[in-house]
């Protein structure tokens, strides 16, 4: 399964978003189960911001090698479960083909019990930056949790 996060411009949430997948989907020993990212208005090849690849070394993780991509028809036929940081990027998946693979990472990590977007950190100072990789990294846990069951009934408690 392929999951892809998308945000505004592909070098704050959605790559934080991958990241945390990636990097939990090697501490669960998950396989079949990759991520990536891209972003509706991306400047192609932007590296991850400053504040972003500050918190995610602070969480051990490497966003160095992140190159903003900008969404494509493709990345969104390829993908099997597409998340959204806000509408705007749900609107913008749903009218390039990707409506019946998209959610917004709130709502699909909280099973619909939340619709809120993720605040956009860019700009913030890195106490921003931190608050939203802690959100981040609880929704995508709650999302990666939400994935292997439905992958495999048997694994749910």
Do not use: K
């Amino acid at each position: 399964m392929h999951l892809l996060f998308v945000c505004t411009g592909n070098t704050c949430r959605s790559p934080l978003a991958e990241a945390i997948a990636r990097h939990a989907v090697l501490q669960r020993g998950l396989v079949n189960l990759t991520a990536g990212s891209a972003g509706i208005s991306a400047w192609e090849g932007a590296p991850a911001s400053d504040g972003s690849l500050l918190v995610a070394m602070e969480h051990g993780i490497d966003l160095a090698p992140h190159r903003a991509r900008m969404l494509s028809p493709t990345m969104i036929e390829e993908a099997d479960l597409i998340l959204t940081m806000g509408p705007s990027h749900l609107e913008r998946v749903q009218a390039l083909g990707g409506a019946d693979r998209v959610h917004l990472l709130t709502a699909f990590a909280s099973n619909d019990t939340s619709a809120d977007p993720v605040v956009d950190p860019f700009g913030g100072d890195l106490e921003v930056y931190r608050q939203t990789f802690a959100e981040l990294s609880e929704l995508v846990h709650a999302t990666l949790d939400r994935v292997v069951n439905l992958q495999d009934p048997t694994t749910r408690s």
